[in-house]
T-cell receptor
Framework: DAKTTQPNSMESNEEEPVHLPCNHS???????IHWYRQLPSQGPEYVIH???SNVNNRMASLAIAEDRKSSTLILHRATLRDAAVYYC?????????????FGKGTKLSVIP | DTGVSQDPRHKITKRGQNVTFRCDPI?????LYWYRQTLGQGPEFLTY????????KSRLLSDRFSAERPKGSFSTLEIQRTEQGDSAMYLC???????????????FGSGTQLSVL
């Protein structure tokens, strides 16, 4: 899987929007962008994924740059329960491997 | 949907002992994964099963590690002759056969925390 770059940590105030960036300048045309998050003492949890178009679900929105070299995970109103490590991962639709390659992610702190 | 279940949640063992972890995936999920996570790092892939067949193994999976998934249901991960470097969180995940790999959503358990003294 291609490499992603994320800030080590970010802070947000409760009930404000949060924009978590991810750079993936070497992304290929067949790579999907996946986001997972990991709350303390739990396994990772799927958040959202997309290919080219922006995506929305009940948890978050994913904004993908036109050149696909970066993306942003948007939490519309941060709550204390959103404090977690957020991982941006590229998944090659053409590869035979099923493994996900996690980086260190971004640790999000939410301030009450 | 009761989620992915892992047992035990915590395991403390002495160096040189063997340990075995169990994972029960979500019912009818045919894909099962094992990952390992050390403090401050993201999870690292260990191995992948489709039904009972082990189709992919990481170089991290040394010959002291063995994973099985008899009958394509639960899975076990055994570590023989444990070393202090094996101390980590061992995570299991499962997913549905309906997903192509690019659209696949993994459902993770809460993990087994191994401490080797």
């Amino acid at each position: 899987d291609a490499k992603t770059t994320q800030p080590n940590s970010m802070e947000s105030n409760e009930e404000e929007p949060v924009h978590l960036p991810c750079n993936h300048s070497t992304i290929s045309g067949t790579d999907y962008i996946h986001w997972y998050r990991q709350l303390p003492s739990q396994g990772p949890e799927y958040v959202i994924h997309g290919l080219t178009s922006n995506v929305n679900n009940r948890m978050a929105s994913l904004a993908i740059a036109e050149d696909r070299k970066s993306s942003t995970l948007i939490l519309h109103r941060a709550t204390l329960r959103d404090a977690a490590v957020y991982y941006c991962i590229l998944r090659d639709s053409g590869a035979g491997s099923y493994q996900l390659t996690f980086g260190k992610g971004t640790k999000l702190s939410v301030i009450p | 949907d009761t989620g992915v279940s892992q047992d035990p949640r915590h395991k403390i063992t002495k160096r040189g002992q063997n340990v075995t972890f169990r994972c029960d995936p979500i019912s009818e999920h045919n894909r099962l994964y094992w990952y390992r996570q050390t403090l401050g790092q993201g999870p690292e892939f260990l191995t992948y099963f489709q039904n009972e067949a082990q189709l992919e193994k990481s170089r991290l999976l040394s010959d002291r590690f063995s994973a099985e998934r008899p009958k394509g249901s639960f899975s076990t991960l055994e570590i023989q002759r444990t070393e202090q470097g094996d101390s980590a969180m061992y995570l299991c995940a499962s997913s549905s056969r309906a997903s192509a790999s690019s659209n696949e959503k993994l459902f993770f358990g809460s993990g087994t925390q191994l401490s080797v003294l």
